[in-house]
Every structure is written in structure tokens, then in C-alpha cells.
């Protein structure tokens, strides 16, 4: 079993709908969770950070973790064909042991 | 942009041959990391130094190595290069010396191709 499991998609969803995107994992001891966001041929970019459980906004993103159920979610509103990207969770206890999801691919349609 | 820089971007070498990949970190960072992305193994951990020294290793082949310079920079160098080396690899860099916390950037990557 994987440290962390992120269903890969491809998730498609219309413009202007939420997207709920998730990973779950293993480890207890992870306190430090991330979401990275990958266009095509890019480098991952830093979108949320998030420090153990809550959540945390930041205009159209949600990102919400909850370690009671080692569940974390990133809610993407009012999405825009932008918005279609690779997604990965990446969580860690040490930022030199950052696990990362497989990654799930989204496309907005317009 | 991040603020981390990768040269080259793409590379195309043939089996058994060596290269070489570099890394600028972002201004002020120590901490530098390499990773291996491919369509089946996703995104791979594979070696972090701090400040000039090895910090942590991942799944890092003995055919590979990496070395950080004291002006930061990073090289990865591969050698004795299959056909299953093919893939992303990117540098990402972080303020400190990776204690829980360390936000990492990540830069473009090198596309390496092996034929």
C-alpha cells in the first residue's frame, strides 16, 4: 500500500462547477500537507499549504485536511478552463521525506 | 516562475552515455532537491543537499550521483544511461535544511530522453 493515494482521473468537469479533488494516507506522523499544481511539460507550483488539521482559503481555493480520517481535500470554485492541470497532494513530517500523490488530471471544459 | 532555473531542457543521448543536469536554486536557498518524474512511477524523491552537504536520499540508482556547489548550484550527473532514465527531472529548492515545514519550489525541469 502506498504512503499516499490520490486517484489519477482524468476527472472533466464544465466550467464554472466545483471541483473536489482528494488524497488519503497512512502516515499519522504527516503534519504538513500541500497541493501542487502541473500544467503540461511544467514544474509542479505550490498552490496550499497547509499545517495540520482545518481549513484554509485562498480565493477560489479550499484546501481542507482532516487527520482523524488521514483525508485531505483542495475545493477549486467557480472553475475556469485555467484551472486544467495535473494536481498533486504532498504531505510530510520531514520537508526532505515530502511524499507525493500520483497526481489527478482535470479538465475544465468550457 | 519560481526563481529555480534547470539547464538544459530538453536532452536526447544514446544508451551508456553520461549526463549532466544542473540547478539554480531560488536566492537565498540551501536547500536543494531532485526528482524523477515518468508516467508510471509519478513523481520520485531522489537526493537533497544542504548547504553543500547530503542531507537525505531517496530512490536514488548508484549510477546516479549529485554534488552542490558553494554557490549553491547543483548538478545531477547520470551515467551508464538505460532507456527506462527517460523521464522529468526537476530541482526544486527550499529555504532551510528541510525540517518539517520547508516549503519547496520547483523548477521547470530537464526533459531527458535515452534512445
Known amino acids: 500500500q502506498k504512503e499516499v493515494e490520490q486517484d489519477p482521473g482524468p476527472l472533466s468537469v464544465p466550467e464554472g462547477a466545483i471541483v473536489s479533488l482528494n488524497c488519503t494516507y497512512s502516515?499519522?506522523?504527516?503534519?504538513?500537507f500541500m497541493w501542487y499544481r502541473q500544467y503540461s511539460r511544467k514544474g509542479p507550483e505550490l498552490l496550499m499549504y497547509?499545517?495540520?488539521?482545518g481549513n484554509k482559503e485562498d480565493g477560489r481555493f479550499t484546501a481542507q485536511v482532516d487527520k482523524s480520517s488521514k483525508y485531505i481535500s483542495l475545493f477549486i470554485r467557480d472553475s475556469q478552463p485555467s484551472d486544467s492541470a495535473t494536481y498533486l497532494c504532498?504531505?510530510?513530517?520531514?520537508?526532505?521525506?515530502?511524499?507525493f500523490g500520483s497526481g489527478t488530471r482535470l479538465s475544465i471544459r468550457p | 516562475d519560481s526563481g529555480v532555473t534547470q539547464t538544459p531542457k530538453h536532452l536526447i543521448t544514446a544508451t551508456g552515455q553520461r549526463v549532466t543536469l544542473r540547478c539554480s536554486p531560488r536566492?537565498?536557498?540551501?536547500?536543494v532537491y531532485w526528482y524523477q518524474q515518468s508516467l508510471d512511477q509519478g513523481l520520485q524523491f531522489l537526493i537533497q543537499?544542504?548547504?553543500?552537504?547530503?542531507?537525505a536520499k531517496g530512490n536514488i540508482l548508484e549510477r546516479f550521483s549529485a554534488q552542490q556547489f558553494p554557490d549553491l548550484h547543483s548538478e545531477l550527473n547520470l551515467s551508464s544511461l538505460e532507456l527506462g532514465d527517460s523521464a522529468l527531472y526537476f530541482c526544486?529548492?527550499?529555504?532551510?535544511?528541510?525540517?518539517?515545514?520547508?516549503?519547496?519550489?520547483f523548477g521547470p525541469g530537464t526533459r531527458l530522453t535515452v534512445t
Open positions: 536566492s537565498g536557498d540551501l536547500s
Open positions: 502516515n499519522s506522523a504527516f503534519q504538513y
Open positions: 543537499y544542504y548547504n553543500g552537504e547530503e542531507r
Open positions: 526544486a529548492s527550499s529555504p532551510g535544511e528541510g525540517l518539517a515545514g520547508d516549503e519547496q519550489y
Open positions: 504532498a504531505m510530510n513530517s520531514s520537508a526532505s521525506k515530502i511524499i
Open positions: 497547509t499545517y495540520s488539521s
